[in-house]
Nanobody, 115 residues
């Protein structure tokens, strides 16, 4: 069973930065795609950033130029570097990994931007 463990969330001042980590239980290159999603209470989970097995990245318009997704195979880790954070970025952030149609999710990590 694939396990994804996120960490790095917390409280951040406006304009501040955080780096989220997602550590996988197996080789991350086994996955077609990995990514970060976020979800606010009462809202649908939305895509933040993804990186596919070839290294191609994709970002939501709302985070382009501020967030960066990258990975390290040896550490089985995908990171999300978040800069210029605002209160609107307050959400629970989830790591996702996908192999063909099988999807795996982490438990989530809370990011709170103070007003």
């Amino acid at each position: 069973q694939v396990q994804l463990v996120e960490s790095g969330g917390g409280l951040v001042q406006p304009g501040g930065s955080l780096r989220l980590s997602c550590v996988a239980s197996e080789n991350i290159f086994n996955f077609n795609i990995m990514g970060w999603y976020r979800q606010a209470p009462g809202k649908q989970r939305e895509l933040v950033a993804t990186i596919n097995v070839g290294g191609i990245t994709n970002y939501a318009d709302s985070v382009k130029g501020r967030f960066m997704i990258y990975r390290d195979g040896a550490e089985k880790t995908v990171w999300l570097q978040m800069n210029s954070l605002s209160p609107e970025d307050t959400d629970v952030y989830y790591c996702k990994a996908q192999i063909v149609r099988r999807k795996y999710w982490g438990q989530g990590t809370q990011v709170t931007g103070s007003p």
